[in-house]
């Protein structure tokens, strides 16, 4: 019987440890549930508050780099303010250029995939380079020869003689009354 009564009271020594083991155990729970539920709503928090502002930063790369195409249903307008009326075409290539930014695609590689796809042609400007310098060039040519062949015509008339201007003698005397004849027959002449 000695035995029975030292083996429970093991038992409950044991039971004892294993309650305060739990006590412990249950407080440090305790801590870890209410500091995540303190936690959870500040991360929810930040990412709401964030995410739209990354959202914000993708769309706006998106049309920075969209306003550097053409849409090409022929309509000659900038991808990113296509106009038309269903347009089929601009929302394909701003979904498909959407989802390139999403993916977080470099722009050169981005340009490079709309350039294979639909040609040259797809620059909104020419590229600054090879033939298409020409472009960038010609206005400027253009303005410099206008601008010599008016400095051109310019200097040709200012060497021209002036034509002699009718003055009368100086010994001619004209009357008061011819003055005033002349001053009445311009006034007549002139009124509406």
Known sequence: MINRSRSKFVILRASDKDARRTSTSNNATTFRVKLRRLIAPLVAIVLLAVLPLLAQ???????????????????????TQCNHVGCTVSTSMLKELGAMVNRGDSEDKITQTFVQEFGTTVYAEPPKSGF???AWLMPVFYFLIGAAIVVFFINK??????????VAPAGVHISPEAYERARSQANRDTED
């Not at 930063?57 to 991808?79: E, P, T, W, Y």
């Not at 008339?157 to 009718?166: D, M, S």
């Open 57 to 79: 930063q993708q769309s706006d790369r998106a049309k920075q780099i969209g306003g550097k195409f053409q849409c090409m249903c022929s309509c000659n307008q900038i991808l």
């Open 157 to 166: 008339w200012r060497k021209q003689a002036p034509a002699p201007v009718a």
């Open 132 to 134: 298409s310098l020409v």
